[in-house]
């Protein structure tokens, strides 16, 4: 079998977009997750992962979802994947993978895991570089709100900082790879090591000169042929207060974790040693 090609911005709107009947509303016309208006992004998107985890970097540095190319073109299959993904019990497949932008989050997860589950290692990707190519990201706390997605967990903080990108991240939206176990020797490893590789990865990306602006996608995607894209007023700008004092606790494995994960770690349990199949 072919390995799947890697996903574009057609591969984006094919997804997104029905074209069964022209003449049924579309999900995506309401409320587009093809367009993003994120101011640029200040500080990068962060996931920890080890053996256990979903969507792992492959050979090609590619990282795919569990549900690698998952229709999302109507209310009910939007609203069921924010449903399950938001539920660490569920162990359904999702088109999203997860980040953070929280280095407290991201630090005392990984801290957690390590002493659980053994060495983790950081990703770290540029959502600068993602939106640029017109691959979608969500601000998973907006869109549970939109969606009027139950939070299993009651607190409103729970999502604080939670970003998804769906389907899969590409090579070059990937800043680096860091083994939690050397990063953490610097008490100021995200000021000091992540944000200057970040920067640079910007700058090489020739995404800098567009720093304090905002990104507008319609722009992008209505060069497709055939593509007409009208702004939604109910997007929000989705960029949520990053605040370093957010306050975890360990009795829901933290307040930001990974779907993906706890259902790698479920799956695991009466075989610690096995690795999991590559497609999930």
């Given at each position: ?12 709107l094919?997804?997104l977009?029905?074209l069964s ?22 500080r ?6 080890d053996?256990?985890?979903g ?19 109507t ?8 449903t399950t ?9 999702t088109?999203?993978i ?9 630090q ?16 770290v ?8 190519k017109g691959?979608?990201?969500l ?7 939109y969606?009027?997605v139950?939070n ?19 090579d070059d ?11 953490s020797k ?18 090489r ?21 055939g ?11 989705g960029?949520?207060?990053f ?6 606790s ?12 706890e ?8 075989d610690m040693?096995?690795?999991?199949e590559?497609?999930?």
């Amino acid at each position: 079998m072919s390995p799947m090609s890697t996903v574009d911005r057609e591969v984006v709107l094919s997804l997104l977009r029905s074209l069964s009947n022209p003449f049924l509303a579309i999900e995506e016309d309401q409320h587009p997750w093809s367009i993003n208006r994120f101011p640029v992004f200040e500080r990068p998107f962060l996931r920890t992962w080890d053996l256990m985890s979903g969507s792992q970097p492959d050979q090609g540095n590619r990282m795919q979802s569990r549900a690698p190319r998952q229709r999302l073109d109507t209310i009910d299959t939007r609203v069921q994947s924010l449903t399950t993904h938001a539920d660490h019990g569920d162990w359904t497949p999702t088109p999203f993978i997860s980040f953070t932008v929280s280095k407290i989050a991201l630090q005392s997860l990984a801290n957690y895991r390590e002493g659980r589950r053994g060495t983790q290692t950081i990703t770290v990707v540029n959502p600068n570089a993602r939106i640029a190519k017109g691959l979608p990201v969500l601000d998973m706390m907006n869109e549970m709100d939109y969606y009027d997605v139950p939070n299993p967990y009651g607190r409103i903080s729970y999502f604080e900082d939670h970003y998804l990108c769906l389907w899969e991240i590409t090579d070059d939206e990937i800043v680096g790879h860091w083994d939690w176990g050397d990063l953490s020797k610097n008490d100021y490893w995200f000021e000091e090591i992540i944000i200057p590789a970040f920067r640079e990865h910007d700058e090489r990306a020739s995404i800098a000169p567009l720093r304090g602006g905002t990104f507008d996608l319609s722009d992008l995607l209505n060069e497709l042929p055939g593509v007409d894209i009208s702004p939604d007023p109910e997007i929000s700008s989705g960029h949520s207060s990053f605040e370093d004092g957010l306050s975890t606790s360990f009795d829901d494995e933290l307040d930001w974790s990974d779907t993906d994960d706890e259902a790698e770690e479920a799956n695991a349990t009466d075989d610690m040693f096995k690795i999991l199949e590559e497609d999930w």
